[in-house]
């Protein structure tokens, strides 16, 4: 019980706090891999957007200053495709300050024409929130222990 009890203050206390309004933020970094993709450039805008919106996320400026990490890898376009089309992959890791490797809490890849841009970024920020909820409830029920030594 101990345990469980310590994982969730260290969880808890990795996001930051807003003193202005006593809110909690998870802090999460996108890396994103799309110089050559103008696409993916405006996906990648619009996810960090979307974690500026959030009332439980917020933008972390560097990798060291996250706890969730987001990496957005975008293929280069066809001459047919640049500028309406973008491929990407992505990964949604968790902090790891115990390894050398994040813990990955999912990945995909997919597809996001021009015109849907706020539609993908937005189901890209709702798969990291999703995925910090199973990872509340995994550090909750014991299922998944990553502060243990």
Do not use: W
């Not at 979307?50 to 990798?63: I, P």
């Not at 089309?85 to 992505?90: A, E, G, L, N, T």
Request: glycine residues 10%; proline residues 3%.
């Amino acid at each position: 019980m101990f345990k469980k009890l310590f994982c969730l203050v260290l969880c808890a206390s990795a996001a930051t706090v807003n003193a202005q309004e006593g809110k909690s933020y998870l802090p999460v970094y996108l890396h994103s891999q799309c110089d050559n993709d103008s696409v993916g450039q405006r996906i990648a805008y619009k996810i960090r957007e979307g974690l500026r919106r959030s009332s439980s996320m917020k933008v972390a400026d560097s990798y060291g200053e996250s706890v969730i990490q987001m990496s957005l890898v975008c293929l280069d376009p066809s001459a047919g495709d640049n500028g309406t089309v973008s491929r990407y992959s992505y990964s949604i890791t968790f902090l790891n300050n115990k390894g050398h490797y994040d813990y990955q809490l999912t990945h995909g890849v997919g597809n996001c024409g021009t015109r849907r841009v706020d539609e993908c970024a937005d189901g890209l920020v709702a798969d990291i929130d999703s995925e910090v909820g199973k990872l509340k409830q995994r550090i909750g029920d014991g299922s998944f222990k990553p502060f243990d030594p």
